[in-house]
């Protein structure tokens, strides 16, 4: 049974920084990708990054990011973590780790993950 368990959301200050940790079990398939999506209050669903098991750890992120996110994987802890910089209030929102074996790393749909966790709330407020 594949569990995905988010940690680290908190209240920031704009301009602080948070990192969001996704740990990973029981995938069976040696390839499988992790993502990070965001939904804010009234807003859809929308995918932040990605990143694989695939060798060369190859990654994404949406244009949003702007180069203030990145994703990260330690293969020992099976942890996926997505440091966040610079943030602004626009990025408050749930934060939910996503996992598909049937995903290639690029442009993010929620419907081709398999499985999501619970959802972790970031409030970016002075």
């Known amino acids: 049974q594949v569990q995905l368990v988010e940690s680290g959301g908190d209240l920031v200050q704009p301009g602080g920084s948070l990192t969001l940790s996704c740990e990973v079990s029981?995938?069976?398939?040696?390839?499988?990708?992790i993502g990070w999506f965001r939904q804010a209050p009234g807003k859809e669903r929308e995918g932040v990054s990605c990143t694989s098991t695939a060798s060369g750890g190859s990654t994404y992120y949406a244009r949003f990011v702007k180069g203030r996110f990145t994703i990260s994987r330690d293969k020992a802890k099976n942890t996926v973590y997505l440091q966040m910089n610079d943030l602004q209030p626009e990025d408050t929102a749930v934060y939910y780790c996503?996992?598909?074996?049937?995903?290639?790393?690029?442009?993010?749909?929620?419907?081709?993950?398999?499985?999501w966790g619970q959802g972790i709330q970031v409030t970016v407020s002075s």
């Open positions: 996503a996992g598909g074996t049937r995903v290639l790393v690029g442009p993010m749909m929620q419907g081709d993950y398999e499985y």
């Open positions: 029981g995938f069976t398939s040696d390839y499988y990708a």
